[in-house]
């Protein structure tokens, strides 16, 4: 599931619900040869933060250009996460502490923002692991990448307000994914 940065509205159906394109040249994420080239929209919708409502919106399904390869994957703009119902500023806000247990917002609720954190930092070796292979394998940093102990994804939280839009882009248009958090099975 590709994150696309560059997109815009190019129009609304019957319910005024927003359709997005792509702008910018997506590769596939499966086999990194062929492009993703437009096929058709798909519905998916955001919640809002602090009110919760939900927003639908229409987002390109695109399909690999790579004869062997031929993979349809939803383009999602970097204001969605995959697999989070909520839009990405509810999501980074809790994460940065922004919004906690103790704002006056209704949504997230307390247990969504608990959950949230605890998916972070069940993924948080995961993201490493993607920023060091990706950074070596693809971008050619040098192999002190590799063995640089220090936390790449604290240094991108430290540098940047978008940290969050970096990493999910990151870790899934290079073919990989975060896990969901799933409830501890009782003992
Ligand atoms: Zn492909």
């Avoid at 560059?6 to 359709?19: L, Q, T």
């Avoid at 954190?117 to 070796?125: E, I, M, Y």
């Amino acid at each position: 599931m590709p994150i696309i940065a560059e997109y815009k509205v190019v129009g609304y159906n019957e319910n005024k619900e927003p359709i997005i394109d792509s702008t910018e040249e997506c590769l596939c994420p499966e086999c990194k040869k062929g492009l993703l080239g437009y096929r058709s929209h798909v519905r998916r919708h955001i919640r809002k933060e602090d009110t919760g409502e939900k927003e639908w919106y229409w987002i390109p399904l695109g399909k690999c250009t790579n004869k062997t390869c031929g993979v349809m994957r939803r383009m999602l703009p970097n204001f969605m996460i995959p697999y989070k119902h909520y839009e990405e500023e509810a999501v980074i806000d809790v994460l940065d502490e922004v919004i906690t247990e103790e704002s006056p917002v209704d949504f997230p609720s307390v247990q969504t923002m608990f959950h949230w954190k605890a998916w972070l930092q069940f993924n948080r070796d995961r993201i490493e692991g993607v920023f060091r292979n990706t950074g070596y394998t693809v971008l050619c940093f040098s192999e002190d990448l590799l063995f640089d102990t220090g936390s790449l994804l604290e240094q991108l939280r430290r540098r940047t307000d978008r940290w969050l839009k970096i990493t999910i882009r990151f870790v899934y248009n290079s073919g990989s994914y975060l896990l969901p958090l799933r409830p501890a099975l009782p003992m």
